[in-house]
């Protein structure tokens, strides 16, 4: 095996890291594997690491090196002490990553070329199998994110033209939120879905804004109902205000029709009659959810930080192998970084950051991302401008004033299309929150 600078102090501060910084465990365990450290003691204490973190255990240095003690493995054991020491800073993780993912490539490659060599000065060998052996052999062990493909015209041309074939035998071409129905009338957000020019596609993002209690939360919810509950797409909700119960019992309201206050205190009123019929209600709604298990995911992160949802998404991916839909909720509770806290950033260029790495997470994990943000008592967002840069849709919950009641008496909010990348901005959508039930429907939706 061959020898690449620093290689030891490299590995041991990858490890030192995903000991001492939370918000860069998950990244580096998604990107990082175990068979790539030469070293076989932190290869040994990495290991460890993730056994300890799938089980939900602690996985500081401390922990980790009284477990590997307890078990008698003393070289793993000095290793996560050495690599305590060799520890600097959270920031140089992305770097250290790359290096070491590149040291993990350098050496696949001498590997492959050993064989190679080898194989060469077989006279059995075909010099055509050699030729396949580099194909298979180097080519399989470039990722795909590093692997970015270059095409020429015709081939585009032509890819697009197949898909434009697969698109018209198709009612969309994305994850929508709508469906019509045998007598013609359409239930869901079909307004969303001409936003999206067809539905929401791997690589969206999509941005929605609202004051404190006007509906974002609720809408989010909604939209990951009618996907997951109602349709199959598998969507992974990250919340950081409230705990996953209430959550469910916000989705149980809105499904049975149940106040949200008397399923959350389970306290339901009226007559006997009425209050069984509401029992039997709650239970099929909590029955319709638990029947998307492997649909519909859900997080309490009260401490998330960019990198945690990035790698947490990551992670999710890894572990289900699909992944169709992320929320975020919501940008403003987000804590910051260790990068960005050193770089002392303002919060508009904190929340602009947020967005641009939103959307860089939708590409690379080909899946959308819906990101919840708060608007000031004015109505505005702090950066705003650069948040929409890398939005493909942005849409901001506004209440309908008193004079647009009277045209409009179902309604009583607004979804106002700030940006639509791939549609025009003819007609805002108007929608109607019933925020006793958590329920929020879209109205005088117009073909």
């Known amino acids: 095996m061959i020898s690449l600078p620093?290689?030891?102090e490299l590995e041991a501060e990858v490890l030192a890291i995903a000991m001492h910084s939370k918000?860069?465990?998950?990244?580096?365990?998604?990107?990082?594997?175990?068979?790539?450290?030469?070293?076989?003691?932190?290869?040994?204490?990495?290991?460890?690491?993730?056994?300890?973190?799938?089980?939900?255990?602690?996985?500081?240095?401390?922990?980790?090196?009284?477990?590997?003690?307890?078990?008698?493995?003393?070289?793993?054991?000095?290793?996560?002490?050495?690599?305590?020491?060799?520890?600097?800073?959270?920031?140089?993780?992305?770097?250290?990553?790359?290096?070491?993912?590149?040291?993990?490539?350098?050496?696949t490659y001498y590997r492959v070329g050993q064989q190679l060599q080898e194989r060469a000065f077989d006279m059995a060998t075909q010099a055509s199998e050699l030729s396949d052996m580099v194909e298979n052999e180097i080519l399989s062990i470039v990722s795909a994110e590093e692997n970015k493909e270059v095409i020429n015209a015709k081939e585009a041309a032509t890819r697009a033209l197949e898909t434009f074939y697969t698109r018209e035998a198709q009612d969309y071409i994305g994850m929508t939120f709508s469906k019509r129905r045998e007598d013609g009338s359409v239930m869901g957000f079909p307004?969303?879905?001409?936003?999206?020019?067809?539905?929401?596609?791997?690589g969206d993002l999509m941005l929605i804004a609202a004051q404190t209690g006007e509906g974002k939360t609720a809408l989010a919810l909604n939209l990951a109902l009618w996907v997951s509950v109602h349709g199959n797409y598998r969507?992974?909700?990250?919340?950081?205000?409230?705990?996953?119960?209430?959550?469910?019992?916000?989705?149980?309201?809105?499904?049975?029709?149940?106040?949200f206050s008397e399923v959350y205190t389970a306290k339901l009123?009226?007559?006997?009659?009425?209050?069984?019929k509401k029992r039997a209600d709650i239970e099929w709604a909590a029955n319709s959810i638990a029947k998307a298990n492997q649909k519909l995911f859900l997080s309490e992160l009260p401490e998330l930080t960019p990198g945690m949802s990035r790698g947490l998404a990551r992670k999710f991916k890894h572990k289900y192998g699909k992944l169709d839909l992320l929320i975020i909720d919501y940008v403003g509770r987000m804590e910051m970084d260790a990068d960005m806290k050193r770089a002392g950033l303002q919060e508009w260029q904190i929340l602009s950051r947020i967005a641009k790495e939103s959307k860089k997470l939708a590409q690379q994990l080909d899946?959308?991302?819906?990101?919840?943000?708060?608007?000031?008592?004015?109505?505005?967002?702090?950066?705003?401008?650069?948040?929409?840069?890398?939005?493909?849709?942005?849409?901001?919950?506004?209440?309908?004033?008193?004079?647009?009641?009277?045209?409009?008496?179902?309604?009583?909010?607004?979804?106002?299309?700030?940006?639509?990348?791939?549609?025009?901005?003819?007609?805002?959508?108007?929608?109607r929150f019933e925020k006793q039930i958590q329920r929020i429907s879209e109205v005088y939706y117009h073909e």
């Open 191 to 202: 307004g969303i879905d001409v936003a999206t020019a067809g539905g929401l596609q791997g």
């Open 6 to 8: 620093n290689e030891f």
């Open 235 to 259: 969507t992974y909700y990250q919340n950081t205000e409230m705990k996953v119960e209430e959550m469910v019992f916000r989705m149980i309201s809105n499904l049975s029709g149940v106040p």
């Open 367 to 431: 899946c959308a991302v819906i990101l919840l943000a708060q608007l000031t008592e004015e109505g505005k967002l702090e950066g705003a401008r650069k948040m929409l840069n890398d939005t493909d849709v942005a849409l901001y919950i506004e209440r309908v004033d008193d004079e647009e009641k009277q045209e409009y008496p179902q309604a009583t909010h607004w979804l106002r299309k700030r940006k639509v990348r791939r549609s025009g901005k003819d007609r805002d959508i108007l929608i």
């Open 23 to 107: 918000d860069k465990l998950v990244d580096i365990i998604t990107r990082a594997k175990p068979v790539w450290f030469v070293t076989e003691s932190i290869k040994r204490a990495f290991s460890c690491l993730i056994e300890q973190f799938e089980q939900g255990l602690p996985t500081d240095s401390k922990t980790l090196a009284n477990r590997l003690l307890d078990s008698g493995d003393m070289e793993a054991f000095n290793a996560v002490v050495e690599a305590s020491g060799v520890f600097l800073s959270a920031e140089r993780a992305d770097f250290l990553l790359d290096r070491f993912y590149d040291y993990h490539l350098r050496r």
């Open 269 to 276: 009123s009226g007559t006997p009659d009425e209050i069984a």
